[in-house]
């Protein structure tokens, strides 16, 4: 299984990006799909994640301005990244947990290479 992550980039203070993350190969259903993100300095946290019945998650310091979304047809999660701040600035990772076969509930961790956005004050 991989994780392809694409978007991201550099973008002003106010601005709007948007970031994807397809999976690849073979699995039997995906039950979560989020984004975190770690600037420098700092750990990993998570920035949304969304259900397979669609009830999202988000971090109190992103509320009102990301949109995390999937396509499960395309196995692919989406973050719509609004009114963005210069402390917005990391590496962002997508993440999803995956039910790999039939005989088997346990749900796999899989991560994205990570894609850096960067927002200029």
């Known amino acids: 299984v991989q994780l392809q992550a694409s978007g991201g980039g550099l973008v002003q203070a106010g601005g709007s990006l948007s970031l994807a993350c397809a999976a690849s190969?073979?699995?039997?259903?995906?039950?979560?799909m989020g984004w975190y993100r770690q600037a420098p300095g700092k750990e990993r946290e998570l920035v949304a994640n969304i259900m397979s019945g669609g009830t999202t998650t988000y971090a109190d310091s992103v509320k009102g301005r990301f949109t995390i979304s999937r396509d499960n047809a395309k196995n692919t999660v989406y973050l719509q990244m609004n009114s963005l701040k210069p402390e917005d600035t990391a590496v962002y990772y997508c993440n999803m947990k995956l039910r790999r076969n039939a005989y088997s509930s346990s749900l796999y961790s899989y991560w994205g290479q990570g894609t850096l956005v960067t927002v200029s004050s």
């Open positions: 190969g073979s699995f039997l259903s995906i039950s979560a």
